[in-house]
């Protein structure tokens, strides 16, 4: 049974999202404010975390952030009443994988949760969530990917990713040599086809490359000015 734990403040929400959970089969775990979610978050195992941003002594993005410090690999979806493009940029830029905006649909909910677990337990998802790849290990040069474990390595030296770190670089190497824009990769990592006219690619990028290229003489990620990035040998 998959464990789920939802910090949220509202308590016909909780009540709502508890009972059709609990009825999809998930053990669910609430938190009513911030501080006690985080506590929950860092004493317990989970699957998957749903958090609200507007949350009482101490908000979700603290939450978020606080969480990732500590656990890179936890699934957290945020489901919020916040739903401009910059409130979905600030949930993802401090860590969250995915941001579901109020009101929202109960199937589509369940649908997104199921696709989080699924992916940070390395399980093929369906054609409609993602290409499936017969082949799991992924090389460019000493880097390899292992899309089935979810581990990364350099060098042969292990690299900790979070989830979205980790849906970059997967997007990088399928198209090793490729000049991607920021659209692009938006798209093809976060689900979004319009320009946020934020950061949240190059924040990300930037993550990535503190992680990848530790070695000046040895980049991997560049940036093309004006076009994107490329993942290509120096």
């Not at 009513?32 to 009482?56: E, H, R």
């Not at 390899?144 to 474990?149: A, C, G, K, S």
Request: proline fraction near 3%.
């Amino acid at each position: 049974m998959k464990k789920i734990l939802v910090v949220e403040d509202e308590a016909h929400v909780v009540s709502f999202i508890k009972k059709g959970l609990t009825e999809e089969g998930f053990e669910v775990t609430v938190a009513f404010d911030g501080k006690s979610g985080l506590q929950m978050a860092m004493k317990n195992t989970f699957d998957i975390i749903v958090l609200d941003i507007m949350l009482p002594e101490m908000n979700g993005l603290e939450v978020c952030k606080a969480i990732r410090e500590e656990n890179p690999q936890v699934p957290i979806l945020f489901l919020t009443a916040l739903g401009t493009s910059e409130n979905v940029v600030l949930g993802l830029e401090n860590g969250a994988d995915d941001y579901l905006v109020k009101p929202f649909k109960f199937i589509e909910l369940v649908a997104r949760i199921k696709t989080l677990i699924r992916r940070a337990e390395g399980k093929p998802l369906k054609k409609k969530e993602r290409k499936i790849e017969e082949n799991y290990i992924h090389t460019f040069g000493d880097l390899v990917l292992n899309d089935y474990t979810k581990k990364v390595t350099r060098s042969e030296e292990e690299i900790s990713l979070t989830s979205t770190e980790f849906k970059l670089l997967f997007y990088f190497i399928n198209n090793k040599n490729k000049v991607l824009s920021r659209t692009d990769i938006l798209e093809a990592v976060w689900g979004v086809d319009y320009d946020l006219g934020t950061n949240v690619v190059d924040v990300y990028v930037n993550y990535l490359r503190k992680k990848i290229d530790t070695n000046p003489d040895q980049k991997l990620l560049h940036t093309v000015i004006g076009m994107g990035y490329v993942l290509k040998e120096a």
